[in-house]
């Protein structure tokens, strides 16, 4: 089974950009489809991208265009390139990873998940 580690959290500007990164172990992560997710405190967790085992890419409406998700099967990994940070954007970001089934929108339908990074955006 996959396990994810996030990294690449931290505090930013406003206009800032960060990379954040996801490692993921095991030797079937060519076969998941990978998304991001983010949470603030008292809020459900939030979809923002996703890409399928095919590489097909999917975004939140509020990221669109500022936000960029890639993957890297031969590395183990699945990045998420944040450019224009904006304050709304503060929260904690979370790599997870589904077994079949396609990219989804819905957080319940990944199995497995990161700890999570905190991504902070001062104005």
């Known amino acids: 089974q996959v396990q994810l580690v996030e990294s690449g959290g931290g505090l930013v500007q406003a206009g800032g950009s960060l990379r954040l990164s996801c490692a993921a172990s095991g030797r079937t992560f060519s076969t998941y489809n990978m998304g991001w997710f983010r949470q603030t405190p008292g809020k459900e967790r939030q979809f923002v991208a996703a890409?399928?085992?095919?590489?097909?890419?999917y975004y939140a409406d509020s990221v669109k265009g500022r936000f960029t998700i890639s993957r890297d099967n031969a590395k183990n990994s699945v990045a998420l390139q944040m450019n224009s940070l904006k304050p709304e954007d503060t929260a904690v970001y979370y790599c997870?990873?589904?077994?079949?089934?396609?990219?989804?929108?819905?957080?319940?339908?990944?199995?497995?998940w990161g700890q999570g990074t905190q991504v902070t955006v001062s104005s």
């Open positions: 890409i399928t085992w095919a590489s097909f890419t």
């Open positions: 997870a990873a589904r077994s079949g089934g396609g990219a989804s929108y819905s957080s319940s339908l990944y199995d497995i």
